[in-house]
């Protein structure tokens, strides 16, 4: 009797127990899929090969239409130059395990919602949250300077080759990959700049005692910066900071200011002289009240922060107040930076206020992009 | 003949020696609104003739030089469309000169906080084609941290709206900006903009070297500081810009913090010539285009030599601006850092006096070109680590071909910028000079450049910081994006389908693209 030739996934299996070593790929029949974990981006490379020669559709965010799922946390490797104040860090590595890494060289990553430190890199670049965001660092989307990413036609690439504070040489083609869903190219690794926290760091509170007030005091505090802002600033609803203080005293207002001042003695000095001049309506908050908030002991407020967020566009601070006012439950404004904002509420409040919609050329655009670099729609 | 070039040097020197470019477009055409430019791309591309965008034509790399076709002259495209402080953002057509821009953003209180060096002879549009940065860099960013939207009309006459911060979509904004008109044409923008600084701190430092500088501000960037103005002189750029000399005269200035200690003999050569030195400097100008720059080798061997006996150190403009008290502190934290690393205070005077004069060196040009030399600039940049080096990798490749100069600035707390400055004797259209000499300058000039990049590739810097890429550096795309060319590719694909927009540049052509 001759033996039932080895069906496509058979294959496939055989093939990337080959090229990652078998305890690296495992499968499962219901519902029929198969894991791999590549340990580097010549092995994410070697997976999507296998996975087109197959021809099953591939995914690094197990999206339910992939047989292969790529795992990531294999890429974990974090490199720190003290010098130029850049890491390169795995896709995989949580945000969380990163921050650590790079604390230990007496540097940071800049602020992060507590909620965002289980995810990985290469899921908050991916797929950014608003919220991943600060005054004087903006979008943390836009801080990678190089990535190294894997294309189902063009294997593994460097974007930029080398890595620099700024340049102009054409269209930032990062940003292709950056906010693609995984359906672009598979993120590898980043090159990100890190802060050095300052000798001196304060924070800093102020209850202001209308959500109006507070919205306004927030605008005046990033624009009376000169845009640049202080390293973090947020509005956040008065029975959320008194949940994270353990139900401490809050002097009764309608919402508090929050900023996080680092640097020098002397800037931050004045950058704290500053905020309390605009917010010379609030009552000051206690150090220890800002900071159960803003510095929390590790993952202490992660489960008050509200799950649902969105992006605020540029908000003026009328139309600021108005979105927060609407929300009946707890609510966050946070990542605030020059063009925006991102309000953390429950899903239940943000489903009220419009969604905004990308307008459908530029929907069209993406998907003509995506058609034209993985022509077999590989990856998903 | 006025839309034949832009101020590519390289055309220039056809210019100079007073002939025709050969590279003309066929028709020129000034489009008022969208409505007309999408109109003309459509009919660019049923006849499918190049289609070249063009602003003011302040651009160094020939990216709005046409072979042929149609060029698009945007400036009647120059309305402020809208300013909304509350919202703290400005909405503009591309054609607007950077100097009118600012002026309606003043008449509210507010800036864009972007001041190229060619704002007088430069469009909002230009900017944001090219990726351009202006002095204000370090603490503002470049343009491409300002704008929020742009309205783009693709090869394919389609108009796109785009923005950084769709939900679920990549940000296809920084897509089209720096895309040097290959893809569309930006039509109209938004941007951020920030209330006027209330006050400036302007302050000049002299540095024994520029590593020490570029040290200090290193320091200064990464405690957190952010400075409007970040300019480190190399010691010849220091010396050629008369910046230590004013510096001298006005010692020891007000608010200085210490005096600069001049070696006895200098001082008193300095005493001696100070009256002829204006005179003396125009003679060494002169000389040194009708002479020293046929060898350029020498003379770079001799100004390395020489400078750090005459006029050693190197000068640093740093400003900080913004809330009078916050600059303040920014001023005085940053003091305690460079003079941490080596830097003598010179007060206000070195950074008053080139706040007065930051534009001027966009019309000195001409002046090089009358006196029979070419001049032109490279703007790298680099990570710390690498930036020394990328500094002297280039001075050292370029020294054969023209005298050399850079200086510092757009500095990042992850690195900086480079500017460097070539000076080389040119021949075409002198007395005595045939035609021949026209193309021995055309061909030094591109060796050159040739040499420059490449050093530029090696030492691991990348090729343009804001001048962008045009023709000029072409050929060098491949080296700076390696494969992810292909996604470049694959934007033109979709968006310029027919290849109408801007062809011959950025690399688009293929890697053995000629200068």
């Not at chain 1, 104040?85 to 919602?113: D, E, F, K, M, W």
Request: proline share 8%; aromatic share 4%; net charge neutral.
């Amino acid at each position: 009797m001759t033996p039932e030739p080895p069906s496509g996934r058979a294959l496939l299996l055989d093939r990337l127990r080959g090229q990652l070593g078998p305890a690296f790929v495992d499968a499962e029949s219901d519902p029929p899929y198969i894991r791999c974990r590549p340990g580097d981006g010549a092995q994410v490379a070697a997976a999507l090969a296998a996975a087109r020669v197959g021809g099953v559709r591939a995914s690094c965010t197990f999206a339910r239409e992939a047989l292969l799922h790529l795992d990531l946390s294999r890429l974990d490797r974090v490199a720190v130059d003290g010098k130029t104040l850049l890491c390169t860090a795995g896709a995989g590595i949580s945000l969380g395990r990163l921050q650590s890494a790079v604390r230990a060289h007496g540097l940071s990553l800049g602020p992060l919602p507590p909620k965002s430190l289980p995810r990985t890199l290469g899921a908050a670049l991916a797929a950014p949250r608003p919220s991943e965001a600060s005054p004087s660092l903006g979008r943390l989307r836009d801080r990678p300077r190089q990535v190294q990413a894997v294309l189902p036609g063009q294997g593994e690439m460097d974007l930029p080759v080398r890595p620099a504070p700024r340049r102009a040489a054409g269209p930032d083609l990062k940003q292709l990959l950056i906010g693609s869903r995984g359906k672009v190219g598979i993120l590898v690794s980043a090159t990100l700049p890190l802060v050095r926290p300052g000798p001196e760091r304060r924070l800093v509170g102020w209850m202001l005692p209308t959500v109006e007030a507070a919205a306004r005091a927030l605008w005046q505090v990033l624009h009376g910066l000169g845009g640049i802002g202080p390293m973090d600033l947020q509005l956040v609803a008065p029975g959320l900071l008194r949940a994270a203080a353990s139900g401490t005293e809050l002097p009764a207002g309608g919402a508090a200011l929050l900023l996080r001042a680092e640097g020098p003695a002397a800037l931050v000095a004045a950058q704290q002289a500053l905020a309390r001049a605009r917010c010379a309506d609030g009552t000051e908050l206690p150090e220890a009240l800002c900071a159960a908030w803003l510095d929390p002991p590790e993952g202490a407020p992660a489960a008050l922060w509200p799950t649902g967020e969105r992006a605020l566009s540029a908000p003026s601070p009328g139309e600021l107040a108005a979105v927060v006012r609407a929300c009946r439950g707890p609510w966050v404004v946070c990542g605030v930076h020059v063009h925006g904002a991102a309000l953390c509420a429950a899903a239940e409040d943000l489903e009220d206020l419009p969604e905004a919609t990308p307008p459908a050329p530029a929907t069209r655009l993406y998907e003509q992009l995506c058609a034209a670099l993985d022509p077999q729609r590989l990856l998903c | 003949m006025v839309y034949a070039r832009d101020m590519w040097p390289r055309g220039l020197l056809a210019v100079a020696a007073s002939v025709r470019p050969t590279e003309l477009p066929e028709v020129v055409v000034w489009p008022q609104q969208t409505a007309q430019v999408q109109q003309v791309v459509h009919l660019c591309r049923r006849h499918r003739v190049p289609l070249v965008p063009f602003g003011a034509g302040s651009g160094v790399c020939g990216g709005a030089v046409a072979r042929g076709g149609v060029v698009m002259d945007l400036k009647r495209m120059r309305r402020v469309l809208a300013i909304d402080p509350e919202r703290s953002t400005v909405t503009f057509e591309p054609g607007i000169l950077g100097t009118h821009l600012e002026g309606a953003l003043a008449r509210h209180g507010l800036t864009l906080g972007h001041f190229p060096s060619s704002i007088m002879c430069s469009t909002a549009g230009g900017w944001l084609a090219t990726r351009s940065a202006g002095q204000c860099s370090t603490r503002y960013g470049k343009i491409e941290d300002m704008v929020q939207e742009v309205e783009l009309v693709a090869g394919t006459g389609e108009v796109l709206v785009l923005r950084g911060d769709e939900p679920g979509l990549p940000d296809l904004l920084q897509l089209a900006v720096g895309s040097e008109g290959t893809l569309g044409i930006i039509t109209r923008a938004t941007c951020a903009v920030r209330r006027a600084p209330q006050a400036r701190c302007m302050r000049g430092w002299s540095f024994p070297w520029v590593q020490a500088a570029c040290e200090g501000i290193r320091r200064v960037l990464q405690h957190g500081l952010r400075p409007a103005v970040v300019r480190i002189y190399d010691e010849l750029d220091t010396l050629m810009s008369g910046q230590r000399r004013r510096a001298l005269a006005r010692a020891p200035a007000e608010g200085a913090s210490e005096q600069v200690a001049l070696e006895p003999g200098l001082e008193r050569w300095l005493e001696v010539l100070r009256p002829d030195m204006q005179r003396a400097r125009r003679g060494l100008q002169r000389w040194l285009v009708s002479r020293a720059l046929a060898r350029p080798q020498l003379l770079n061997r001799m100004a390395g030599q020489l400078v750090p006996r005459l006029a050693p150190g190197c000068m640093l403009i740093v400003g900080f601006e913004g809330e009078a008290a916050v600059a303040e502190a920014e001023e005085r934290a940053a003091a305690q850092d460079l003079l941490a690393a080596g830097g003598h205070d010179l007060g206000p005077g070195p950074g008053e006096h080139w706040l007065a004069h930051r534009y001027d060196i966009s019309f000195q040009m001409p002046k090089a070109y009358a006196a029979g030399a070419f001049v032109d600039t490279l703007e790298v940049a680099a990570d710390w680590e690498r930036l020394l080096p990328l500094y002297e990798a280039v001075r050292e490749a370029v020294s054969a071909h023209a005298l050399v100069m850079a200086h510092f600035s757009h500095a990042y707390p992850d690195g900086c910028s480079i500017y460097f400055t070539f000076a080389a004797r040119r021949q075409g259209g002198l007395p005595g000079t045939g035609p021949e000499a026209l193309e021995a300058d055309e061909r030094r000039y591109d060796a050159l450049w040739q040499t420059a990049l490449q050093a530029v590739v090696r030492a691991g810097g990348t090729i343009s910081h804001h001048h962008g890429i045009g023709r000029l550096k072409a050929p060098f795309m491949h080296a700076e994006h390696g494969r992810g060319m292909a996604l470049y590719r694959a934007l033109k694909a979709v968006l310029d389908p027919d290849g109408i927009l801007n062809p011959g540049k950025m690399g688009l052509d293929g890697p053995a693209e000629a200068l």
